[in-house]
């Protein structure tokens, strides 16, 4: 009926086509972006032009590093000055908040929207299951976020990224109850950007009656990872820096933000061991999976299993959940914080959401969900046990002010040490 | 008698879906070529891609072929698993389709077209459906292990979700043994029964018949199906995602997955998928070509 | 996820002839049995798992595997979890049926002008593209999205991550089912009724609209089904091009909440959507059988099934 098929590409054509290659790459490169999405917009605004609007920053060569030792005061960029004083909230404004999931009390939003029933705001709560997922799409600009909860080692990307906004302190007067060290966190000197969130330690979670030892009483607890016994019972976090943390402090080291190729070596071979010898799940859902029964113990952050009592099926007996991170302080310890994110397009709505999430009332009910401690005087831990918010064999849970002091917190990299730190992370993932 | 502009039409008719095709997605892979070719910006560690082909630099593609071949070459693993579990889901996927498909295209009579619809539902019951099915059924107090366990009573409970590879693979067959089996049922049905009487007639056992006769009748249908099933699950991450999160279950899309959202890493993503697409490419060829000519033939 | 073009031609000229006679005789009894009952248990093994699902959508309680009375609290009343006060719910529920909706209204016109086009114009071009629509069943659906991806974050397309970058990715990756399902029963009309209408002086475009198309109406009918459908169900695609909450569809929902903390909840989202699939289908059958009375051709479900 029809004749026969021409073969659909034939040599000449192939060539023919890629012939049009090249003029075919010019008309591409022309279409290009000037900005790729995901790489971050230049720090001088097109609008101004001014040879000296691009001389105020310095050139970048490496994003400076913040650690207790040596605390940073960010740059403001210009043209991305705080926003006045005295500004009315937007109206009708959708606040898109971005964050983990489960990590934020769903009816603190609905609460917040009702207070400002007057300006009709709606919140909208977008998730992601890690921080690079997370500054991928928002340097992508597809979505004008609002406010982000996101974490200190990525303050560096996310000021000269031109990502951020600064804040305007007048809006916030709630930050006089937060403790004394985050009014002048080493991250975020004089909190021009971020005003705390949440505290947490980095521990091991587990259910007692699935795993009758009490992990805590080991030598060497981080070991148990290492462990044939519990072998396919058990789960990291979907952390690579939280990981690679703790194996570098289960090998006796101290320094969790370690470029020392001989460290990273020994951490990578670590790794790779306990893939083979315990069989680890990765994920985050720790706080779900070890009430449910799904896993018997798991690498956790001190919150987790607060929040897990909430996810205990019917007739379980939430004593059964334990916690446990070095007593001394002297394991992983962080913060999260709020940030108004430069991208969005409510940032006096923002602003008050900020302040809105620090009065201790709402701080207490979103603890309640998310189990995590704010940093606040009016939460003390003895509030929380009072309340009912921490029972007894949670007590390990706590986050004492002064573990600030010994601990060690997760820092931003340099740039060739973060490769040296993913491709770990890759190999791992990969299954060895 | 035909007007001026009728030859015309056709292409005009076709234009826009070619200009479709090439815009959307010859484009989009020229791009995923330029990004991995390109270089990384050195201090966001964002891709910086490379438009102009004079201009690509291969260092990403040597990246991932170290990591293959290398001496610390940790892609490998994936890559094998992946070949496994492809492997294992499909011939599993055709010892199940092929009873199915031969039953229904010989035997179904009257039911014929019920047990077709019901064939066929699991194409408009969404994917993830099924596997959240799945994920329900496995949890240590659901109901597999109700029933394994005899409600408790036999100590055989099984952790399933635990990071287990049976459990992705049974994911993987329970996924796409749908789309194995109806190119199984058109080629099985296009046997002509005459065939299998005159092979009968002559003399033929059961078995034999369905060696000499039927197997290599259905080869076409048992190609088709396999390359339908085998090239898309190289490309899936999701199932081991849900049913396992262990690393120790690691597909290559998983590899895909996790390089594209980390910063830098994109062109590596790229690269690995171009060594993906390179080694599907004839495959691929393969089995649009013999389309073409299934076209031609029906 | 696709279906092969060819059994989809091989079950259409099924459908035409449906008087051929399919019961071979002598069969044997035991050979029937045991192959009726594998299928069986493949049956049961294939849908139950989802009966269960919806089974458990309708639980009293919070679990998905523990039976707990019946409510209709995830549907209904659930202060937080139920897919009306859920917001992100309500919201993957919109979305998806919107992304359905949009991209089977595009993917089905283009799709057919297309392989009108395949049908009468000769040529590498036409065919090359054919080839290339072709290539999208079997290329891994990550494949397809990474490159939409880079594309939209380096090139400057006027739009950026979102449901415009959903809806292209879909279209381009659907368009290949009403091509290949037009085109297949496009070789089987024969020439003779378009030579008809243009003696009776017709244009070309005329004979086209008013002597093809109508008799096109069944595969455009199953391509747009099937198209519906698949963008209903699509999870690779809609994931990689998504922007915010705003733009994720039932399938991410599934896919995000099932590692975390999922309610019954998830399983009346579930359950939503299949009741909206099988509405498709089901409306799709009738006006299939509507056109099959006007046209005097078979109206039995299995030419139905067969074209699909």
Known sequence: ????????????????????????????????????????????????????????????????????????????????????????????????????????????????????????????????????????????????????FLTYNYMGKLVYGDLIRPLNHDYIPNISDVWEEFQNPFYDQGWQYTVPYTIYTTGIGWRHDLISEDIGARANPYDVFWDTKYAGAIAVLDDDREVIAMTILRNGGTDVNSGDPAVLGQTRDSMLEMLSVSQPRVTITGYTDIPEGTMSLSQCWSGDMITGQYYLPEGVDPGLLRYWSPPTGQGVIGNDFLCVLKGGENPVMAHHFLNYMLKSEVAMKNLSFVGYQPPLRSLTPEAMVADGLLPANLAGAIVKPEWFQVGYPILELPVAVEGEYQAIWQQFKSGG | MPDRTSRFIWPILGLPGIVWIALFFLVPLYVVFCVTFGTVDPIFRSPVPAWNPLEWQFEQVVVVWDRLVGPNNFYLPPVLRTLLYVVVAVVACMIIAFPVAYFTARYAGRHRALILALLVAPFWISYMMRMLAWINLLQPDGLVNSIITLGGIIPLEVNWLSGNPFTVVMGLIYGYVPYMLLPLFAALDRISPSLIEAGRDLGASGFELFRRVILPMSVPGIVAGTLLIALPMMGDYFTSDMLSKSPNTSMIGNLINLSIATPGQSGQAGALLILVLLVLLAPMIWYTRSNAKAEVRS | MTVSPAPAEALLSEAQEPGRDRAPRGMSGARAHGLAAITAVYLLWSLVPVAVVVLFSFNAGRSRSTWQGFSLRWYTWDPDGSVINDESIRNALTHTVLLAVIATAITVPLGVLFALALDRWRGRLPAGANFLALITFVIPEIALAIGLLFMVTYLATPFGLGTTAQIIGLVTFQLAYPIVICRARLLTISAHYEEAARDLGATALGAVRRVILPMLFPAILVSAILVFADVLDNFVLVRYLSSDASTETTSMRIYQVARAAPTPALNAMATIILVVSTLVIVVGWLLYRRWSKRQGESTDLSSFAGNL
């Open chain 1, 1 to 148: 009926m029809a004749d026969r098929p021409r073969p659909p590409i034939s040599r000449r054509r192939l060539l023919q086509a890629s012939a049009l290659g090249v003029p075919g790459a010019w008309v591409l490169s022309s279409c290009a972006r000037a900005q790729p999405l995901d790489s971050p917009a230049p720090a001088a605004s097109a609008g101004g032009g001014s040879a000296s609007a691009a001389a105020s920053l310095p050139p970048l060569t490496e994003i400076p590093i913040a650690s207790p030792q040596n605390p940073v005061k960010w740059p403001i960029n210009p043209g991305n000055e705080p926003i006045t004083s005295g500004l009315e909230p937007e109206m009708n404004a959708t606040l898109r908040v971005y964050n983990y999931p489960d990590y934020v009390y769903k009816r603190v939003l609905k609460d917040f929207q009702a207070e400002y029933a007057d300006y009709n705001v709606k919140v909208e709560l977008s998730t992601f299951n890690d921080l690079p997922e997370a500054l991928t799409k928002i340097r992508s600009g597809s979505v004008p976020f609002d406010v982000g």
